[in-house]
């Protein structure tokens, strides 16, 4: 279990250059603050946008430009694949209500826990993200933290470093 963990763990580093934070809220009104988010589908495959759907016109939608995702209904199986409506504000500051992903789940590290947490996408309620540009990394073990109370990394005490996440 342990070294599945790690795997997963360094594959997410891999990809360091697309650090996303969010605010998840679940069903049950749960908050859950994740860094390194990105969405898993089947287990295997990493992303970091969502597949939805808007007419007939499948299309991905990058992380780096949604603000916030509110889920308005129940899911839908359209060409095979199961999507939900969702309000979705923009980076650009356009809304749209679109069809999106409920498969896999949205994966990150927890705040709290400083551990890998996996949320069903059916299970999330909202998601809002963190593009203020206000994150922090611990130049040691490289994880990123948006919580600007924290000083220090949690896991090894190194003073953490502001970084930007502007495009
Ligand atoms: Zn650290």
């Known amino acids: 279990m342990f070294s599945v963990l790690f795997f997963i763990s360094f594959e997410v580093t891999f990809a360091q250059s697309e650090i996303y934070a969010v605010t998840a809220v679940d069903k049950k009104e749960t908050s859950h603050n994740l860094t390194k988010v990105n969405w898993e589908l089947r287990g295997q495959f990493n992303y970091f946008y969502f597949r939805c759907l808007q007419g007939d016109s499948e299309f991905d939608l990058e992380f780096s430009k949604i603000l916030t995702v509110n889920f308005i209904g129940s899911k839908k199986k359209i060409n095979?694949?199961?999507?939900?409506?969702?309000?979705i504000r923009l980076t650009s500051g356009s809304?749209?209500?679109?069809?999106?992903?409920?498969?896999?789940?949205?994966?990150?590290i927890s705040q709290s826990f400083g551990s890998k947490k996996e949320i069903e996408i059916t299970d999330?309620?909202?998601?809002?993200?963190?593009?203020?540009g206000t994150f922090q990394k611990c130049p040691l073990c490289n994880t990123v933290f948006y919580n600007k109370n924290i000083n220090n990394c949690p896991f090894d005490g190194k003073?953490?470093?502001?970084?930007?996440?502007?495009?």
Not at 80 to 87: K, L, M, T, W
Not at 124 to 132: A, E, L, R, Y
Not at 159 to 167: C, G, P, R, T, V
């Open 80 to 87: 095979g694949d199961y999507y939900r409506p969702a309000d």
């Open 95 to 108: 809304e749209k209500t679109i069809y999106l992903t409920s498969e896999g789940v949205l994966e990150g």
């Open 124 to 132: 999330i309620k909202s998601i809002n993200f963190h593009h203020d």
């Open 159 to 167: 003073k953490l470093e502001a970084i930007s996440n502007n495009k």
